[in-house]
Nanobody, 123 residues
Framework: QVQLVESGGGLVQAGGSLRLSCALSGSIFSRNAMAWFRQAPGKERELVSAIASGDTIYYADSVKGRFTISRDNGKYMLYLQMASLKPEDTAMYFC?????????????????WGQGTQVTVSS
């Protein structure tokens, strides 16, 4: 059984920073693709960033240069460092994992999900 638990969300002013963490338990990690998605009220869940085998990394255009995804295999952790936050970054952020070693770009590509952590950016 794979479980994902996010933490690190909160309320921050525009221009501020947050680091999201995702703790992973179960027999999945070092070679499997993982990702951060977000979903704002009334909007579809969208891919923010993903990391796969060989440290292949994807960023959505809206967060390039501001967000950094990383993983610590030894600690079974996935991170999302967010800087220069904007009000439009406000959303529930979800950690996700899939059995495949390659990055998936849509929610249905992922097999496991956390409960989410809320990020709110005030203007």
């Amino acid at each position: 059984q794979v479980q994902l638990v996010e933490s690190g969300g909160g309320l921050v002013q525009a221009g501020g920073s947050l680091r999201l963490s995702c703790a992973l338990s179960g027999s999945i990690f070092s070679r499997n693709a993982m990702a951060w998605f977000r979903q704002a009220p009334g909007k579809e869940r969208e891919l923010v960033s993903a990391i796969a085998s060989g440290d292949t990394i994807y960023y959505a255009d809206s967060v390039k240069g501001r967000f950094t995804i990383s993983r610590d295999n030894g600690k079974y952790m996935l991170y999302l460092q967010m800087a220069s936050l904007k009000p439009e970054d406000t959303a529930m952020y979800f950690c996700a994992a899939r059995w495949s070693w390659t990055i998936g770009t849509v929610p249905r590509d992922y097999d496991f999900w956390g409960q989410g952590t809320q990020v709110t950016v005030s203007s």
